[in-house]
Nanobody, 121 residues
Framework: VQLQASGGGLVRPGGSLRLSCVLS????????MGWFRQAPGKEREFVGG????????YLADSVKGRFTISRDSAKTTVYLQMNSLKPEDTAVYYCAADVYGSFVAMRGDYWGQGTLVTVSS
């Protein structure tokens, strides 16, 4: 299984970015997918996940109301729409996938390479 993340960059406070993550490799469809982030000097934080079956979503309190997570109909691409970005959202964002995992507490069975989001004026 391979995960390829993209969409990071530099954005001003209050701006928006959309991250994408494409899952490829094995054809098992029951993957919970989601996002973690790690800011400089801090531990990795679970941002949110989307269930493998009905598409239920979970978002951490720190991003709720500003970020949304979604996926395509083929269940191979997950998106993280980030609005009203703040400097404290600056981090490397990693997509992850779990086999039949929980979308509210992902394990991180598989990881993407990370994409840097910098929020600065």
């Amino acid at each position: 299984v391979q995960l390829q993340a993209s969409g990071g960059g530099l954005v001003r406070p209050g701006g928006s970015l959309r991250l994408s993550c494409v899952l490829s490799g094995r054809t098992i469809s029951a993957y919970t997918m989601g996002w973690f982030r790690q800011a400089p000097g801090k531990e990795r934080e679970f941002v949110g996940g989307i269930s493998w079956n009905v598409g239920s979503t979970y978002l951490a309190d720190s991003v709720k109301g500003r970020f949304t997570i979604s996926r395509d109909s083929a269940k191979t691409t997950v998106y993280l729409q980030m609005n009203s970005l703040k400097p404290e959202d600056t981090a490397v964002y990693y997509c992850a996938a779990d086999v039949y995992g929980s979308f509210v507490a992902m394990r991180g069975d598989y990881w993407g390479q990370g994409t840097l989001v910098t929020v600065s004026s």
